[in-house]
């Protein structure tokens, strides 16, 4: 599946008739796994990776993972499910002939548009001339001698401004910039949100109310694409509103000091973590908008340096203090740095 959906079909009867000898953090990370196997497709033969993927630290994982293993697969660096696999394969025809439709029905409208323009500019109405002769008169019977001078030799060409070239809206060469949109704006719009092609089409139908030049909505898409930021349809909501474009993501390669691989992706990375992941994560439990939010990610790569891991420590010291009453989300991530530390040495006394 190449998109990722925005929900997983879960066969009660059936998942608890497999899983009733599980304990509770073990059905925690065994979902927490099917999750991202539904978004992702086979997960990483990696303990390193599915600890995080399952949200518990490598201790925790090390003790649960072979019961865990037993529902999959290992094959070729993946682990395999038969019946996520099929479910997966069920969902994308599913998703894929919606699409399908959905895009039929747009182009049939753009052409039924298209050839009622086509009707409106080829049969002028009846009366026009007669009208157009009758306001001719009476507007001459206002004006000086003078200016009906210089009228009659604008009728009769002398002195007549050239006219202007204008370009037909069908001109050869000029692309389809609607059905553009709706194939490849919608195929970026699922993969930045996650939404399914109806969906996909509806974001695309909100930009439109806001923008009616459908090349330039597709740009905006593109760009927020490229840099990868977070809230792409805000984003490309202010950007077709003509306000200040939102700021820049983080710079990770400045921070980070070497690269690391998940999910078939090179990342910048501390200590092995990857930098983009872990600062959306850290985003998340401080509760901001997007890793935008904090301008200066110096103390995430200072904890990582330090040998604090990212869920026991970062995520947990951030997470309690969210949860207190009255809290706001900072302007800086350095509000965390002593809780973060102090968690550090509470874990390693």
């Known amino acids: 599946m190449s998109k990722a959906d925005?929900?997983?079909?879960?066969?009660?009867?059936a998942y608890l008739a497999d899983t009733m000898h599980l304990r509770a953090a073990e059905h925690?990370?065994?979902?927490?796994?099917?999750?991202?196997?539904?978004?992702?497709?086979p997960l990483?033969?990696?303990?390193?990776?599915?600890?995080g993927i399952a949200r518990m630290s490598r201790k925790e994982w090390?003790?649960?993972?072979?019961?865990?293993?037993?529902?999959?697969t290992a094959d070729a660096g993946k682990l395999h499910q038969r019946r996520a696999d099929a479910e997966r394969a069920k969902a994308q025809q599913i998703s894929s002939k919606r699409a399908d439709a959905a895009r039929e029905k747009h182009m049939q409208a753009a052409r039924k548009r298209g050839a009622l323009a086509e009707q409106a500019d080829c049969k002028p109405s009846a009366n026009a001339p007669a009208n157009a002769e009758q306001e001719h008169t009476h507007a001459r019977v206002a004006i000086p001698q003078q200016e009906q001078k210089k009228d009659s030799e604008l009728r009769s060409g002398a002195g007549a401004p050239p006219a202007e070239a204008s370009l037909p809206l069908n001109t050869p060469g000029i692309p389809d910039a609607?059905?553009?949109?709706?194939?490849?704006?919608?195929e970026i719009v699922c993969r930045l949100t996650g939404e399914d092609r109806k969906g996909a089409s509806k974001q695309i139908g909100v930009l439109r109310r806001r923008c009616q030049d459908d090349a330039r909505i597709l740009a905006a898409l593109r760009d927020a694409e490229a840099k990868r930021v977070e809230a792409p349809i805000a984003w490309v909501t202010k950007v077709l509103s003509g306000r200040r474009e939102a700021p820049a993501g983080p710079d990770w390669d400045t921070l980070a000091d070497a690269t690391t691989t998940y999910e078939g992706e090179t990342y910048p990375?501390?200590?092995g973590?990857?930098?983009?992941?872990?600062?959306?994560?850290v985003a998340e439990a401080a509760g901001v908008s997007g890793v935008e939010a904090f301008r200066d990610w110096t103390p995430l790569r200072d904890w990582l340096r330090a040998g604090?891991?990212?869920?026991?420590?970062?995520?947990?010291?951030?997470?309690?203090i969210a949860s207190r009453s009255g809290y706001a989300p900072p302007a800086s991530l350095a509000y965390f740095d002593r809780a973060v530390r102090e968690a550090g040495m509470r874990r390693a006394a």
């Open 6 to 13: 925005t929900w997983m079909p879960l066969h009660i009867g």
């Open 28 to 41: 925690g990370a065994y979902l927490l796994l099917l999750m991202h196997y539904w978004r992702n497709g």
């Open 44 to 51: 990483p033969d990696d303990d390193a990776k599915l600890s």
């Open 62 to 72: 090390v003790e649960i993972a072979p019961t865990i293993r037993e529902f999959f």
């Open 178 to 186: 609607t059905k553009a949109l709706f194939e490849e704006g919608a």
């Open 269 to 271: 990375a501390v200590e």
């Open 273 to 281: 973590w990857a930098l983009p992941i872990a600062g959306r994560l």
């Open 308 to 320: 604090l891991d990212l869920h026991d420590h970062i995520l947990s010291a951030i997470r309690r």
